[in-house]
Structure formats: C-alpha cells, structure tokens
T-cell receptor, first 115, second 112 residues
Framework: AQTVTQSQPEMSVQEAETVTLSCTYD???????LFWYKQPPSRQMILVIR??????QNATENRFSVNFQKAAKSFSLKISDSQLGDTAMYFC????????????FGQGTTLQVKP | DTAVSQTPKYLVTQMGNDKSIKCEQN?????MYWYKQDSKKFLKIMFS???????INETVPNRFSPKSPDKAHLNLHINSLELGDSAVYFC???????????FGPGTRLTVL
C-alpha cells in the first residue's frame, strides 16, 4: 500500500523569504502522479502543482516549484517570495497511474507567513 | 460560475438522523469523488464514480451511500448519523481517472 509522509506539522516563514515543505512517499509503482494542494482558512482545497513521475523535469508554477527525487521517493515544495496569502495548510498527495484516480494524502503541513 | 459546488456548506444534526449532501460540477468532467477530512485534518477518499459507475468504494460503513444520477452530480446520503461522522466532506471531480481533481468548498457536518 502506498503511504505519504509530511514530517513537518508546522512551519513559519517571513514574508518575501523562501520556504521548503517536505514530503516523502512509499510505493512500489513506477508510474504515478504527485500533487501539492493548498487549504487556506477558507477550507477550499486548491491545486498548487502536479508532477508526473515519468518526467524528470521538476514542475514549476510561478513562485512554486518542486524538487522531485524519484529514487529517494521525495517530493518537496519550494515557495519563493512568500506572501501573506500563502498562509495555509499544504497537503502532499500521491496517485497511482491506474484506473481509479484515488488520491492518497499526507498529514499536511501548516505554513504561517509572517509580515 | 462555481466549478464544483456542494450543498449545504454547514449541516448540524442529531445522532440517529438521516442526511444528504449534494454535489454538482459544471466542468463537464466524467469522474467524481467524495473525501472525508477528520478533526485532525486528515483527508481520505470514500467513493468515486466514473460515468455514473462506482469505481472506488473504500472501507466505509454501509450507512454511507453515494448516488450519481448523472455525470454532473454525486450525492452522499448518510443514515443513522453517529458522533464519529462529524467531519468536513469534500466532493471533487476530474476528467478521467488520471487527471487533476478539482475540489468543492466542503460541507462541515456536525453530529450532536
């Protein structure tokens, strides 16, 4: 069975600085997808970034980028130029490239951006 | 122009009651999901439908019954509510089973 682990329950960063959130996963699959979702206090789940395991290039979306290390089964999220609006809970998630679309989530990391 | 909507957003009810949560998506997606987020914020999938066919049915009490009248709707009916059912329930949708899932705003269910 696949598992996703986020070892940092809480983190904080000063506005405009850079922060990295960690995620590791365990799977015997070779083809899968990884995601980071953001959940602000509004409760809405918002997709931040998606990575296909077969792609060696790390995904980027504006200030958000990932460091995908397939051999190490690591998928960290880097947020550059942190903004107050980045304050949220961040979830790492895994999806096997099968035929169900089942997302397996980590425990989440609460990020506080301080002015 | 909400993409994935859920009603109601908040639901407070007594133990033993039966309640339903409705989900609608206007994205034209063919796959819909129900997730449960517990008090510790842990998210876990409950059900998934693809083209109105049930494809995921996790270990969930049979008091929970999903229904998909068409591809744009997925409802969740809960019988004989228990205190432990208190949680936030999220609906999500995607185009295909490998695509990115888009989430609704969630329904906070409180069982007293």
């Amino acid at each position: 069975a696949q598992t996703v682990t986020q070892s940092q329950p809480e983190m904080s960063v000063q506005e405009a600085e850079t922060v990295t959130l960690s995620c590791t996963y365990d799977t015997s699959e070779s083809n899968y997808y990884l995601f980071w979702y953001k959940q602000p206090p509004s409760r809405q789940m918002i997709l931040v970034i998606r990575q296909e395991a077969y792609k060696q290039q790390n995904a980027t979306e504006n200030r958000f980028s990932v460091n995908f290390q397939k051999a190490a089964k690591s998928f960290s999220l880097k947020i550059s130029d942190s903004q107050l609006g980045d304050t949220a809970m961040y979830f790492c998630a895994f999806m096997k490239a099968g035929n169900t679309g089942k997302l397996i989530f980590g425990q989440g990391t609460t990020l506080q951006v301080k002015p | 122009d909400t993409a994935v909507s859920q009603t109601p957003k908040y639901l407070v009810t007594q133990m033993g009651n039966d309640k339903s949560i409705k989900c609608e998506q206007n994205l034209g997606h063919d796959t819909m999901y129900w997730y449960k987020q517990d008090s510790k914020k842990f998210l876990k999938i409950m059900f998934s439908y693809n083209n109105k066919e049930l494809i995921i049915n996790e270990t969930v009490p049979n008091r929970f019954s999903p229904k998909s009248p068409d591809k744009a709707h997925l409802n969740l009916h809960i019988n004989s509510l228990e205190l432990g059912d208190s949680a936030v329930y999220f609906c999500a949708s995607s185009q295909g089973k490998k695509a990115t899932q888009f989430f609704g705003p969630g329904t906070r269910l409180t069982v007293l």
